[in-house]
């Protein structure tokens, strides 16, 4: 027994040995890339080149500064980015092209935004998407943007915070969940939608903004399409119109003007809950959309009390009543544009999937003069630190 | 080829017989009447070697006896000899002048010789063996007889604090070089006549006396059974340590895992002893050996039982934690770095790629040289003198921490993970050669396939330990074959009151440790007696 | 009466843990039904476990009635030594293709996903060693990993469909029952065939089992156990990608890799690469251990040993030709290989039916009391 | 290549094969030998790209054009 045991273990170790000299033999070193041979790609532009059909595309990396002694790095004003321009008939041969001009080979794995200039989205933005689902180092997460003319231009706007523009774009993805006004998505969401035979990707807009000498990038509305072609966008309060029914809301402002006096009543979203149900009347598909939204008084700039329950449910009903315009707004204009960009299609299909396969033929002439019920409710919890307004007595 | 290797080992064997035969015919000779041909004979085995006292005297009815005894200095007590032996045989006979005849050998030994060990010798071999152990020899002439009196005593160190495992909380007494002093730390340990001890002698040149200790009714027979075969097994020169032993009797000499347990501390071989493991001592060295061995005893540190459970456990859990930083955090550093850069957060990367920047060597070596490194100033630091050894540390965490990262040989983030693996080295000091060799094949992985590299070398890690045995016992014991019981000392220690059986896989002869509900709890408070 | 080759026993949990980890190994192979059956690959894991235990339910019934015999040996009895030492080939066939599909699918999942630029020979190579150091350590040692393998993946699997709770959608199981009856069918015989079917192995090792009593159960509590954690593993899929589960090639990568809570815990991928690792070693060592034990039996060898890696060199070399293009893996294993592999299925159930057609088991009990 | 391939059949050979002979296992051996060979020509020839023939190949067409028994 022990020499069998002691026979086996010479035997594996050796054969251990032979095969990593093998392997090591084979070929050289493959998949191998230490931190400092690659160029790690933090956001990536994709335009058409001018004066031809080729795609041009546009990667900020990493730029990495040498650490000194004692591990302080150089000085604060330094840029640590660089943008790498190439142009190919596809996303890979761009990329690879890239490469005559960048000494290290790109790095996609941390990749946080794809911005796609207008002009490039408008000429359907699905031949290049494969490469974002392809390529193994992609992941499902990235922000997905749309330029309002050049996507090369966003990124080289500098950065105010962050080390480089796309991570200060990422951020300020981020931060949208405030406001609720331009309807963010990852590759994952558009690439479902892209996916779905009816609903209509869409993607926030991203401007460069002068305020003085400084050059700033803004998120401004919503880029929406058709299939994969940009046809037309929605500005912040469609897009808030258009979050509700998604549910996308998470914080955001509604103004509603004073009922007696002149000025402003801010009141402060905590909370919506949308519901969506499609219902079959005579072969028709009719859809009724429910808002529920619970929220508080931010700040009020008329001297009126709206601690009293009736004020309150006034209040309220001013604010379904904005909800209300706000969401009309963005169905009239989806239906204008014929871009079923808050998934009715899919949510008939998910109910009625036998009704469904008649229907999703001629979804493009059902939806614009679809019948759409929506009803809003509302809540203020709270009106905040002051019992009553500040007034002069 | 074959042939030609059969007529190797044939030889081999032939030439043992005749050397073993050679050495039978000159020591197993019996001792004659004569005294002057004994101590001839015994003077001619022992050559010049002034170290043996021979001393010739008379005695008796008006020293009519002729008696020589013999000794080695320095193993043999000098004053017992001349207190115990020497006196009584040349004064105090004459107390008995007239009353008693003291003429033969049963009178000297029965009447003369105030020692507690006496015993008769007859053979010219069993002579030279006492003597080398320390005891002195009383031929007397007109005698065949030579009698072995047990006057062992030489310098011995007391029983101090070991160096290697030091606790907190726990006794302080450790094992020694002597023997019966290591045997009488067990037996006061252990007040039980079951505790059973066997002698041996192993060794042909050196004789070392080894003794295998367990306890009668708790240990498997059929484990003692086999530490007796492997034990017989062993015919070699000289047994120096336990260590010797150990490299004889385990059961994968070719692994890198120990599958024999040592200790220098009585209380934690007792524990073993206990739980149904034997002990193995071997005169001259304070590392005892306990069989079976299991993997988890690495993690096992005396103190857990001592202190309460639940610092204990998260100390336990800690241990495993350090066992894996120490063989993986340079491998899953290079595989990230190298191979996995999706893997690092993204501010973490431009750190890292930023110390990078710069570092003329690849991942792969960068970690190589630190760890060599390391392995040198650890060596260093154990061989040198102490007031030298703390000197080389500051050297080496001058050259290695700062410069070596201020002239950007070495990236700063290498040193954290090198420094890390060092210290959490230190935390499982009973696995160390597994650790050291494992960090370099894990790191070799890494720089070659990466993280599917590691994982592959984690599995064969798995295999090779749940592929091992320990005297039987599989080394991963209560881990892989599952004993639901056992866990309750694996990654947690549970209470004492709960660990109500011995480990399954070596005590099961008789499971009951202890009487279950032994929980304390005290008396009801609140007026409510408990009566 | 052949000598016994492989001395080792191992436990009946040990059974079921090893069967739980056989069938997460498939993990990956789910792709195959995503295909046919898109979002409601979870009816046809329930209905093909559902078709599945009662096989397996007749495969061990058949083991135990010919006690300390496996299925090599059984044939034999069964058939006589000519025509049983026919079919046997054919059965032990079978585990010796299903190793070489299943080494390049995980090899292919680590050149797709995170060594793009490594030959695939290289990982062949390397997985196959580790497996043929486990095949040549017994039964017993694959026996005690398994139950570490199904551990880590059950915490694993669960850890990362709470991490995924925010991303997950339960509308992208709407509309349910969306698939045809041929759908249906073909999805849940892709099931039986692919992951589940493939324990008939199991029927060279229950012999081993030191309380064949308990063997059947284990064997089915195992398949359902390893059923349930693919189960897990195509909720959390399909809830978080919705559709994009049919078109990747390995979902429950993608999946985890959306992980992203206060870019702290993110990218956890390489756990599934772990899990995917451990559990198709597993699956390959079980598959191997039969087909080596299974070809010494046939030749009448006193030990497996020898063949191990004369296995493994064919099975990478099986492996390198099988495929030319990843497609083709996927249109044979939706369309081709179920009806294919009914060939093996077949003779578990032929040989149990024979036998009882001939009274077998109890005329052998008649002569050795 | 071919070089590396005879070291990796060489070694083992030189593992396997004295084992078997001190415990005179002839028929392992010989099934062993077997086994071996047709393995090292098999990789051989992969070695060399000559193009084997593919099973899987073998059973779509007779599944799929013979028996007509494939799904899609």
């Not at chain 1, 009803?375 to 019992?387: F, H, L, P, Y």
């Amino acid at each position: 027994m022990i020499r069998t045991f002691t026979k086996n273990h010479i035997i594996l170790s050796l054969k251990m040995i032979v095969c990593t000299f093998l392997i090591f033999n084979v070929t050289g070193c493959w998949s191998r890339q230490e931190v400092d041979s690659i160029s790690i790609v933090m956001g990536i532009g994709l335009d058409i080149a001018e004066n031809s059909e080729q795609v041009r595309f546009t990667a900020q990396v990493f730029k990495p500064v040498e650490q000194k002694e004692g591990g302080r790095e150089g000085g604060g004003g330094e840029v640590s980015f660089w943008n790498v321009e190439s142009s190919g008939e596809t996303v890979s041969s761009a990329v690879q092209s890239a490469l005559h001009e960048a000494p290290r080979e790109l790095y996609f794995s941390h990749n946080q935004i794809v911005i796609f200039g207008q002009n490039l989205a408008k000429n359907g933005i699905l031949p290049h998407m494969d490469f974002f689902v392809r390529e193994h180092s992609n992941r499902l997460t990235i922000q997905v943007l749309v330029a309002k003319n050049q996507a090369g231009e966003i990124l080289a706007t500098p950065a105010h915070l962050e080390k480089m523009p796309a991570l200060d774009m990422r951020d300020l993805i981020e931060a949208q969940t405030e406001v609720s006004q331009s309807g963010t998505v990852n590759l994952k969401q558009i690439m479902t939608r892209l996916m779905s035979t009816t609903t209509a990707p869409i993607a926030p807009l991203i401007e460069v903004s002068e305020q003085g000498s400084e050059q700033t990038v803004r998120l401004s509305g919503t880029a929406v399409f058709k299939k994969d072609k940009l046809v037309g966008e929605l500005d912040q309060r469609e897009t808030r119109g258009m979050l509700w029914v998604l549910g996308e809301v998470r914080r955001g402002v509604i103004e509603v003007a004073c009922p007696e006096s002149g000025g402003k009543v801010a009141l402060i979203t905590i909370l919506s809950k949308p519901k969506v149900v499609p219902v079959e009347e005579h072969g028709k598909v009719k859809i009724i959309i429910d808002v529920k939204e619970e929220g508080i008084l931010g700040s009020q700039s008329c001297p009126e009390n709206f601690s009293s329950p009736e004020k309150n449910k006034q209040l309220e009903e001013m604010k379904a009543d904005a909800i209300h315009q706000e969401i009309r707004k963005a169905i009239t204009k989806a239906q204008e544009l014929n871009a079923d960009i808050f998934g009715f299609g899919d949510a008939v299909h998910r109910k009625y999937p036998k009704l469904w396969k008649q229907l999703e033929q001629d979804w493009d002439t059902i939806f614009p003069d679809m019948e759409i019920d929506l009803a809003v409710e509302t809540i203020v919890r709270n009106e905040g630190r002051a019992s009553e307004p500040l007034t002069e007595e | 080829m074959i042939h030609f290797l059969k007529k190797i080992i044939q030889s081999r064997k032939m030439s043992k017989q005749v050397i073993d035969q050679g050495a039978a015919s000159s020591s197993q000779a019996l001792l004659s009447r004569q005294l002057a041909h004994n101590v001839e004979r015994l003077m001619q085995v022992f050559g010049a070697s002034n170290d043996i006292v021979l001393r010739e005297f008379s005695f008796g009815h008006e020293g009519k006896m002729q008696g020589a005894v013999l000794y080695v200095e320095g193993l043999a007590n000098k004053l017992l000899i001349n207190e115990s032996l020497i006196k009584p045989l040349m004064y105090d006979i004459h107390i008995f002048e007239g009353r008693l005849e003291v003429t033969t050998l049963e009178a000297v030994k029965s009447c003369m010789i105030s020692l507690g060990g006496v015993e008769e010798a007859t053979t010219l071999e069993s002579v030279v063996d006492a003597c080398l152990s320390g005891d002195a020899v009383l031929i007397i002439q007109g005698f065949e007889k030579a009698l072995v009196l047990n006057t062992k005593g030489w310098e011995d160190r007391g029983v101090e604090e070991p160096k290697t495992e030091s606790v907190v909380r726990g006794p302080r007494e450790g094992f020694t070089e002597n023997l019966r002093i290591n045997t009488s730390l067990l037996r006061r340990k252990i007040k039980n006549p079951n505790l059973t001890l066997e002698p041996l002698k192993i060794g042909k040149k050196t004789k070392t006396d080894v003794c295998m200790m367990y306890l009668k009714g708790v240990v498997n027979p059929r484990l003692v059974e086999e530490i007796r075969r492997r034990l017989n097994r062993i015919d070699t020169d000289a047994i120096m340590e336990s260590g010797y032993i150990e490299q004889f009797i385990e059961d994968a000499p070719h692994s890198i895992f120990p599958t024999v347990a040592n200790s220098e501390k009585p209380d934690v071989v007792a524990a073993k002893i206990l739980e149904g493991r034997a002990a193995i001592i071997v005169d001259g060295t304070p590392f005892v050996l306990t069989v079976p061995m299991l993997f988890i005893e690495n993690f096992q540190s005396a103190e857990d039982y001592y202190s309460r459970p639940y610092f204990a456990s998260l100390i336990r859990m800690l241990r495993f934690g350090c066992y894996g930083i120490t063989i993986l955090a340079p491998a899953i550093y290079v595989a990230l770095t190298t191979f996995h850069q999706e893997l690092i957060p993204t501010p973490l990367l431009f750190t890292l790629a930023s110390s990078r920047e710069g570092v003329p060597f690849p991942a792969m070596l960068e970690a190589l040289v630190m760890l060599v490194a390391f392995e040198i100033l650890r060596e260093a630091g154990i061989r040198l003198p102490r007031p030298v050894g703390s000197a080389i540390s500051i050297v080496g965490a001058l050259i290695i921490g700062e410069s070596a990262v201020a002239a950007g040989l070495i990236g700063a983030p290498m040193v954290i993970v090198v420094a890390l693996t060092a210290v959490s080295s230190f935390v499982v000091p009973a696995q160390t050669d597994s650790e050291s060799i494992l960090r370099y094949i894990f790191l070799f992985l890494a720089g070659v396939m990466g993280g599917f590299g590691v994982a592959v070398g984690m599995l064969g890690l798995f295999i090779h330990l749940a592929g091992l045995r320990s005297f039987g016992a599989p080394y991963l014991s209560p881990l892989a074959p599952l004993s639901v019981h056992d866990q309750k000392d694996v990654f947690i220690r549970a209470p004492l009151w709960a660990m109500l059986t011995r480990p399954r896989a070596i005590g099961w002869r008789d499971p009951e440790r202890e009487h279950f509900r032994l929980e304390p709890s005290p008396p009801d408070k609140g007026g409510k007696s408990s009566k | 009466m052949l000598m016994k080759i492989e001395k080792g026993t191992i436990s009946s949990s040990q059974l079921l843990f090893l069967a739980a980890a056989f069938v997460q190994g498939a993990a990956l192979v789910v792709a195959f039904a995503y295909v046919v059956t898109k979002h409601d690959v979870w009816i046809i894991i329930i209905s093909g476990l559902a078709v599945t235990l009662p096989f397996l339910w007749g495969c061990v019934s058949l083991a135990k009635s010919f006690p300390g015999q496996n299925m090599v040996q059984i044939m034999e009895s069964v058939y006589g030594t000519f025509l049983g030492k026919g079919l046997s080939i054919l059965f032990i066939s079978f585990p010796f293709q299903v190793i070489s599909h299943n080494l390049r699918f995980i090899g292919d999942f680590f050149v797709i996903y995170m060594y793009p630029k490594t030959p695939l020979v290289v990982f062949l190579i390397l997985f196959i060693a580790v497996c043929a150091w486990a095949v040549r350590s017994g039964i017993e040692t694959i026996a005690r990993i398994g139950l570490v393998t199904v551990a880590i993946t059950i915490f694993i699997d669960v850890l990362t469909f709470f991490l995924l709770l925010g991303e997950m959608e339960a509308t992208n199981f709407l509309p349910m029952f969306e698939l045809s009856v041929g759908d249906f069918i073909q999805g849940t015989h892709i099931m039986f065939a692919i992951p589940y079917g493939e324990l008939m192995i199991f029927l060279m090792i229950v012999p081993y089992v030191n309380k064949i009593k308990q063997a059947k159960s284990a064997l089915l509590w195992g398949l359902t156990i390893g059923a349930a954690t693919l189960l897990i593993l195509v909720v959390r899929d399909i809830a978080a990608l919705g559709s994009l589960a049919n078109v990747l090639v390995a979902p429950s990568f993608e999946a985890v890799r959306l992980i992203d809570i206060a870019h702290v815990i993110t990218r956890m991928e390489l756990l599934v690469a772990i899990v995917l690792l451990i559990t198709v070693f597993i699956k390959i060592s079980v598959l191997y251990y039969a087909s080596a034990l299974g070809i010494a039996q046939i030749f009448g060898l006193r030990t497996y040993r020898p063949l191990v890696i004369p296995i493994a060199i064919f099975s990478v070399s099986f492996s390198m030709v099988i495929y030319d293009a990843a497609a083709e893996q996927m249109y044979v294993g939706a369309n081709i290989w179920p009806v294919y592999s009914l060939l093996f299925y077949m003779l578990p159930v032929m040989t149990m039916l024979i036998a009882k057609f001939r009274r077998l088991p109890r005329a052998q009990e008649g002569v050795r009391p | 290549m071919i070089f590396l391939l005879l070291v990796f059949f060489a070694i083992v050979v030189w593992l396997e094969v004295p084992g078997l002979i001190r415990k005179k296992y002839w028929r392992e051996l010989a099934v062993f030998s077997l086994f071996l060979l047709s393995t090292f020509f098999l990789s051989l020839l992969q070695l060399l790209d000559v193009r084997i023939p593919n099973p899987v190949k073998g059973i779509e067409y007779v599944i799929k054009d013979i028996l007509r028994l494939n799904y899609k």
